[in-house]
T-cell receptor
């Protein structure tokens, strides 16, 4: 069975600080996908990124970057120069290859203070 | 393109009643999934539909059911409501980009059972 662990329940930072959200996953599948979603107070889950298990390249999108390491089963998310608008709950998730069923971690609540 | 829409956004029901929630996927998306989000259990997969067929089902009692129509719109139904059914119900529509599925979520329906 798949499992995602987000050990950080809550993180609080001051604006402009860099912050890394940790994600550790468990799966027996050789083909799988990893995701990050952002959930602002409005409740909607906003898709941030999807990674497949064969692509360990790091990804950067503006202030966001992701580090995927199969050796440690981790898919960490870093926000550089955080802003108040980054305040939200962030979820890491995994899915088996060919499946649309997402297995989510418990989420990390990020608060960015001005 | 318009995003995923869910109706109603808020709902208050009494124990024992039943409820029907609706989801309209992004135009062109043929797959719809449903998730339940509660503070205690987090985000849990309910079921997934593709071309009017249920392809996957989560570990929920039979009181939870769903269906999909020919226009890809989906409904989920919860019968004999219990207090523990109070949750945010999220619908996601997805498409296969050729490198796996990408799921986009609606704003959710917040159900309160009293």
């Amino acid at each position: 069975a798949q499992k995602v662990t987000q050990a950080q329940t809550e993180i609080s930072v001051v604006e402009k600080e860099d912050v890394t959200l940790d994600c550790v996953y468990e799966t027996r599948d050789t083909t799988y996908y990893l995701f990050w979603y952002k959930q602002p107070p409005s409740g909607e889950l906003v898709f941030l990124i999807r990674r497949n298990s064969f692509d360990e390249q790091n990804e950067i999108s503006g202030r966001y970057s992701w580090n995927f390491q199969k050796s440690t089963s981790s898919f960490n998310f870093t926000i550089t120069a955080s802003q108040v608008v980054d305040s939200a709950v962030y979820f890491c998730a995994t899915a088996q290859g060919g499946s649309e069923k997402l297995v989510f971690g418990k989420g990390t609540k990020l608060t960015v203070n001005p | 393109k318009a995003g995923v829409t869910q109706t109603p956004r808020y709902l208050i029901k009494t124990r024992g009643q039943q409820v029907t929630l609706s989801c309209s996927p992004i135009s062109g998306h043929r797959s719809v999934s449903w998730y339940q989000q509660t503070p205690g259990q987090g985000l849990q997969f309910l079921f997934e539909y593709f071309s009017e067929t249920q392809r996957n089902k989560g570990n929920f009692p039979g009181r939870f059911s769903g269906r999909q129509f020919s226009n890809s719109r989906s409904e989920m139904n919860v019968s004999t409501l219990e207090l523990g059914d109070s949750a945010l119900y999220l619908c996601a529509s997805s498409f296969n980009s050729g490198d796996g599925y990408e799921q986009y979520f609606g704003p959710g329906t917040r159900l309160t059972v009293t």
